[in-house]
Each structure stands twice: as C-alpha cells, then as structure tokens.
C-alpha cells in the first residue's frame, strides 16, 4: 500500500519532469539549443549541458531533423571537451553513418569540424586537417545565408591555428589573411596576423600596420571580450619586440582582467605567458618566478578538469542513450578505440611524468633565485665595504687609495688614459675624488693642500682633458 505521503511524492516528481519536457518550448531550433548550451559551457555546467541534450533527444518533444543531429554533434562537442574520447568518437561515427547518403551540408561541415577538434586533442594531425578541410568544403555548398560566411571565417580561423600548432607559419597566415581579407570586421583575425609579423615572419611595416588598427580597434572598446582579449595579447607581444615595456605591461595587464572575465585555462596561460615574457625582458627574477609558478599551477588544475568526472546520473544515461545507437560494422570503430585507449593511457603516463618533473623544476627554480638573492645580497655588501673602505682611504689621504680606485673602477681608469695618456699621478688621484662626489673642499682637506690650488689643478685638468667649460667636471668624469 501506498502512503499519502509517497503519492504526493510521485505526483510531484512526475509534474516536475512534465513541465521540464515542456520547457522545451513548441518551436525550439538549433539557436535556442546553441545558446542554452554555450551558457552551460561558459558556466563549466558540463554535466547539465550533457543532461540537457539527452532530455531533448530523448523528449517527445517535435523537431526538425536538422535541430535533432544539430544536438548530437553538440553532444560531440562536449564529449571531447571534457576528455570522454571514446564516447565522442563513437557518436561522431555513428552520425557520420546516418548523414552519409544525405544532402546536409551544414550538418556535415559542423560534425568534419568536430572530428577535427576530437583529433587534435589526441594529436593526429592528418586526420585534424584533413577533416577540417572537409568542413570548409562542405560550408561552400550551403545556400548563402548571413551565417554561411561566419562558418566559413571560422573553420579558416581554426584552419591557421592548425597550422600554427605544426609550425607550419606560411599556411597559417593563408588561412587567416584569407579570413581579414573577406571580411574587416573580422578584429578576431587582427591580432593573428599582428603576432604573425612580429613573431613567426617578422616584417616590421606590415607589423607596425596591424599594431596600428589594432591599438585602433581596442580604443572603440565594443568588441566582445574573447576578441579584446587576443588584440590585448597580441599589442603586448609587439610592445615587447620593440622594447615599449611600459605599453607592454600595460596590456598584459588588461588581458590578465579580460583572462578573470573568461575564466579558461588557455586564455589564462596565454595571459600568464605575456607576464613571464614581459619579467624576462625586463629583468625582474621575482616576476618570473611568480608567473612560472602561476602557470605551473595553472596546469597541474587543468590536468585535474582533463579527467573531468561525469556524474552518476549523467554517466548512466548517457550509456544507455550511447547504447541505442545500431552498430552495422564496427570493426573500424573497434580499432580506433583501442588506439584511443592507448593513447589516452600514454597521456596519463606523459602527464605524470611532467607533473612530477615540473614540480622538481619549480623546486630548482625557487633554490635557484634564492642562490642569486644571496649571491647578490652577498656582492651588495662586498660593493659597500669596498667603497667604505675606498672613501676612508681618500679621506685618510692613504697612499693606497689610488691603488684601490684603479681595482674597483678600472673602465674608468682605462678611459681616462685613453683620452690623456700623459696624467700624472695627481691628476689621476683629482679624478678619483671628483668621481667620487669629494667637493673642493673637502679634497683640501683631506689632502693638505690649500683650497685655492685644488680650484687651479681643477682648471688645468679640464684643459688637459678638453672638458668643455661649460660642462661640469664632475659630471663629465661620471658619464665616462
């Protein structure tokens, strides 16, 4: 017998999932499918985006059958998203099966698009470009439409990053000259082909010109934030080619605020990688450290979103929805799982590997600036003494003063006999005490000479030397 209580519970759970199949809505399309999901990726809701899918799949809920595969390669897409490689494989074949014999070009552009991100996760280049290409020749046989030529940008865009990954920096430029040609409303490609000219073909017009429109585009501060993101990083790598470390930081300040705003992990490392740069280049051991560490950590986090668990409920049904799908021949199925395992096994093996060598790096790293703190600690305190040491001797009018003088500032020593080789020793010795800041004065004193004569040995060392007699001795013996 059932308890009032547990009817009411049944009634309850069954109006709850009425009213989430009917939430669905009558005319729901491929763009509602699309922006509800991207809502859930940029959420990291990877379980609900997964959840959301099935439960429209698997409604009653009518649709056209282009919003229903539409939302299979979806679910493709978040399958190698969140590493389930195996899985999203054996969905993308079996809609590769279903779509064979069909005029789709849409559907098959974006499901060759998906194959090419699942293989470039795993590394297979071939098959990444190979793919790709498939996409793009797919896209061209949709009817013109306003979101055909976005398609086409995009798989050209992805296409140069392909490319890019391998090296091969000449086909990359192709593909994303292709894209800013069609279109110059394109600012995503902008900051491409900026970085291109200034890091992988440097040319310094074509570079300063894409810097210039760049810095242009920023300034109207209206693109979305993805794209003011990757202008920010790509006018940081120009600014630190040509030396402007002050711009420099500037932007990878701002790209580091746009990184929070998206909160991924490349879009993080990549800001991250513009600081390292940027403390490289200027020098700074504490910033570099910082930012090693950061990226260090960055990644060890990544590793753990890599093996990103479903949940109970999430695992199972997809199972059993995976399950339904009819298998005709899957021996070629069959063979690529076995090279995934394999590969998704190594990976493990490689990661660990990594891990516990960057741990050991960053370990090295840390003891290493911790040496070079000391050591410069150290050399700051021998440079102290020594010239304690040096001034006291001056001031002493100690025979070995000179002689000290010479060992610590021997360029200076050396250029002064460059341009007079004929000084005398107490020539040599009013320069070391006009370098060392001694007033005529004080040189009186400290040498017991009468303060009128050291006023003349001053006058005929500029002549002597050919100071000019508007300049300051002082100055003109420290800026040797």
């Not at 509800?36 to 379980?47: A, D, H, L």
């Not at 552009?109 to 793009?136: D, M």
């Not at 020749?137 to 009817?143: A, K, S």
């Not at 086909?171 to 200034?198: C, D, I, P, R």
């Amino acid at each position: 017998m059932f308890s009032i209580k547990n009817i009411s519970i049944i009634i309850i759970f069954g109006f709850l999932n009425l009213l989430h199949l009917e939430s669905f809505g009558e005319s729901i399309d491929s763009d509602d499918i699309q922006n509800k999901i991207n809502k859930f990726k940029r959420e990291g809701k990877y379980n609900e985006a997964i959840l959301f899918i099935l439960d429209f799949l698997e409604s009653d809920q009518s649709r056209s059958f282009q919003t229903e595969y539409y939302s299979k390669i979806e679910l493709g897409n978040l399958l190698w998203i969140i590493g389930q490689f195996e899985e999203c494989l054996y969905l993308l074949n079996r809609i590769e099966n279903d779509l064979l014999d069909l005029d789709e070009p849409l559907l098959k552009g974006r499901l060759n698009q998906e194959f090419a991100q699942l293989y470039n996760q795993l590394g297979l280049s071939e098959l990444v470009l190979l793919h790709n290409k498939n996409a793009i020749d797919y896209v061209e046989l949709e009817p013109d439409s306003p979101t055909k030529q976005i398609r086409i940008n995009y798989y050209n865009f992805t296409r140069s990053k392909f490319f890019e990954k391998l090296g091969m920096y000449d086909s990359a430029y192709f593909y994303s000259s292709k894209v800013f040609g069609l279109n110059e409303n394109n600012y995503y490609e902008l900051g491409y082909l900026l970085t291109h000219f200034t890091l992988y073909k440097p040319n310094r017009d074509s570079a300063d010109f894409f810097y210039n429109k760049t810095i242009e585009r920023i300034s109207l501060d209206k693109d979305p934030v993805n794209t003011r993101f990757w202008l920010m990083v790509a006018a940081g790598r120009y600014d630190l080619d040509r030396g402007n470390f002050e711009s420099a930081k500037n932007h990878a300040e701002l790209a580091e605020q746009l990184a929070t705003t998206l909160d991924r992990f490349p879009i993080y490392e990549t800001s991250y990688n513009l600081f390292l740069d940027y403390y490289k280049r200027v020098g700074d051991e504490k910033g570099v450290f910082n930012y090693l560490e950061k990226i260090n950590d960055l990644r060890y986090r990544k590793l753990s979103i890599n093996s990103f668990k479903l949940t109970n409920e999430t695992a199972s049904r997809l199972k059993v929805y995976l399950a339904k799908i009819p298998v005709e021949d899957n021996s070629i199925y069959r063979f690529w799982i076995i090279f995934i395992s394999l590969v998704s096994g190594m990976m493990i093996i490689y990661i660990f590997i990594v891990k516990n060598k960057g741990k050991q790096k960053l370990r090295n790293l840390e003891e290493d600036v911790k040496n070079i703190a000391d050591e410069k600690s150290q050399l700051e305190r021998r440079v102290a003494d020594g010239l304690n040491d040096l001034l006291l001797s001056a001031q002493n009018n100690d025979p070995s003063f000179l002689a000290k003088f010479q060992e610590i500032y021997e360029e200076l020593w050396e250029k002064l006999e460059d341009i007079e080789p004929k000084l005398s020793i107490d020539e040599l010795k009013l320069c070391a005490m006009l370098y060392l800041n001694f007033s005529s004065k004080e040189i009186s004193s400290y040498t017991f000479v009468q303060h009128k004569t050291i006023q003349m040995k001053k006058y005929r060392l500029r002549k002597k030397l050919g100071v000019n007699p508007n300049t300051d001795l002082y100055d003109w013996v420290k800026n040797l």
